[in-house]
């Protein structure tokens, strides 16, 4: 079995024993993996580089569901990519430019 295939198996299931809607998992997600990766790399969340590594988790999960999905289907994946990424993004724009925020 496929590397695709396995991870859109294990997607379906967490979405099965979520009773919340995928995009609230995409939420949950983006942050889990946004505030992980700093501090996995002990870096400030202002820092761009656990955004970046949140976006680029976000394209690889699309790029693993159109692999076993066998076509873009671009409304849900602009759903999936705005559910993941708009609160890091909002956070880490209030951390950057916000001077208030950082104290």
């Not at 919340?20 to 949950?28: M, R, S, Y």
């Not at 289907?73 to 993004?89: E, H, N, R, Y």
Request: hydrophobic share 55%; net charge positive.
């Amino acid at each position: 079995m496929s590397f695709e295939k396995l991870y859109h198996d294990f997607a379906v299931r967490v979405e099965q024993i979520q009773v919340a809607p995928d995009k609230f998992i995409h939420v949950q997600v983006g942050l889990a993996i946004w505030c992980l990766s700093a501090l996995v790399l002990r870096l400030p969340l202002r820092s761009p580089v656990p955004l970046a590594i949140c976006i680029l988790a976000e394209v690889a999960n699309e790029i693993l569901d159109r692999m076993s999905g066998g076509s873009w289907k671009w409304a849900d994946t602009a759903g999936d990519a705005l559910a993941t990424w708009f609160w890091p993004v909002v956070l880490f724009c209030i951390l950057r430019f916000n001077k208030r925020a950082r104290s």
